[in-house]
Antibody, heavy 119, light 109 residues
Framework: EVQLVQSGAEVKQPGESLKISCKGSGYIFTNYWIGWVRQMPGKGLEWMGIIYPGDSDTRYSPSFQGQVTISADKSISTAYLQWSSLKASDTAMYYC????????????WGQGTLVSVSS | QTVVTQESSLTVSPGGTVTLTCASSTGAVTSGYYPNWFQQKPGQAPRALIYSARNRHSWTPARFSGSLLGGKAALTLSGVQPEDEAEYYCLLYYGGAWLFGGGTKLTVL
């Protein structure tokens, strides 16, 4: 069974760093891209970027380029989304999702990680 | 700045049929945009419904169908059930970049 399991909710202060994770199981992790999606409170979905764990090829949406870093550790089948200095506006639910390259299908989703940033 | 546009809200009666659309500011949506459709209910992660414009995932009920219609991607729900009340999002592929539509809130009333 394919699963993407994300790390737990985080409460942080502005200026702090953070790295959240998404662990894939039930499939060959290095054969599929993992994307990250932001959903701010009461708002729609926003595509942030995507990584191919096989070779760490990474593509960022222009809105998120330079704001976050996407990485992966294929040895433990885990993708990451990290911030070096959080802002209150980073408060949101973050989802990871799997992309099937040949069909551009986004099929499986993680359960989401809620990040709250407040002083 | 490319924008993907969906209806903000639609209402349908139980058992009825409704079509949601997804338009691109760059022009007609074609199969090369690989439209995906997702359903999201309050407090839940999105669930994939359709990929490559018209293909259902193995878990997608047959009452959901995708198509390309009049230069847009479309999601049609036939025989709508009360549990179909949700937010629906489309996602388009722009050759290495992806963009979500703003979502359509579907009310079943």
């Amino acid at each position: 069974e394919v699963q993407l399991v994300q790390s737990g909710a985080e409460v942080k202060q502005p200026g702090e760093s953070l790295k959240i994770s998404c662990k894939g199981s039930g499939y060959i992790f290095t054969n599929y891209w993992i994307g990250w999606v932001r959903q701010m409170p009461g708002k729609g979905l926003e595509w942030m970027g995507i990584i191919y764990p096989g070779d760490s090829d990474t593509r960022y949406s222009p809105s998120f380029q330079g704001q976050v870093t996407i990485s992966a550790d294929k040895s433990i089948s885990t993708a990451y989304l990290q911030w070096s200095s959080l802002k209150a506006s980073d408060t949101a639910m973050y989802y990871c999702a799997r992309r099937v390259g040949a069909t551009e299908a986004i099929d499986y989703w993680g359960q989401g990680t809620l990040v709250s940033v407040s002083s | 700045q490319t924008v993907v546009t969906q209806e903000s809200s639609l209402t349908v009666s139980p058992g009825g049929t409704v079509t949601l659309t997804c338009a691109s500011s760059t022009g007609a949506v074609t199969s090369g945009y690989y439209p995906n459709w997702f359903q999201q209910k309050p407090g839940q992660a999105p669930r994939a419904l359709i990929y490559s414009a018209r293909n259902r995932h193995s878990w997608t009920p047959a009452r959901f169908s995708g198509s390309l219609l009049g230069g847009k991607a479309a999601l049609t729900l036939s025989g709508v059930q009360p549990e179909d009340e949700a937010e629906y999002y489309c996602l388009l592929y722009y050759g290495g970049a992806w963009l979500f539509g703003g979502g359509t809130k579907l009310t079943v009333l």
